[in-house]
């Protein structure tokens, strides 16, 4: 599924089962929480924490495709195409850095 049809298709589920976005500032919220989430099982699947007995069945694809959802719910309620906005970061990007990380000793 490309970006743009993940965020007609988020608008869709919203319109038939959400009944109504929640507002921008309770989504901030709500992705500060799911990055949270991801932040909870990478600390302990890649860190040093262990997990916790209720920390054991989470799925680190299915809080990452949470953080997901809900930024693309932010992209959809401020009028962000994320196609473009990440066709345009690729750029900002290639340009900024295009030998920034090459020339760099601590990545060699």
Known sequence: MSIAEAQKK??????SHGVRY????T?????????GEVARIMARKYGEQSFKESDKDKE???EMADVLWVL????????????????RN????????????KNN???G
């Open 22 to 25: 929640f507002n921008e500032l």
């Open 27 to 35: 989504n901030m919220a709500i992705l500060t929480e799911e990055v």
């Open 60 to 62: 680190l694809a299915d």
């Open 72 to 87: 693309i719910c932010l992209a959809n309620q401020t009028g962000v195409d994320l196609t473009q906005a990440l066709e």
């Open 10 to 15: 988020v608008d869709a589920w919203i319109q």
């Open 105 to 107: 000793d601590k990545l």
């Open 90 to 101: 690729f750029e900002k990007k290639t340009i900024r850095d295009k030998d920034r990380h």
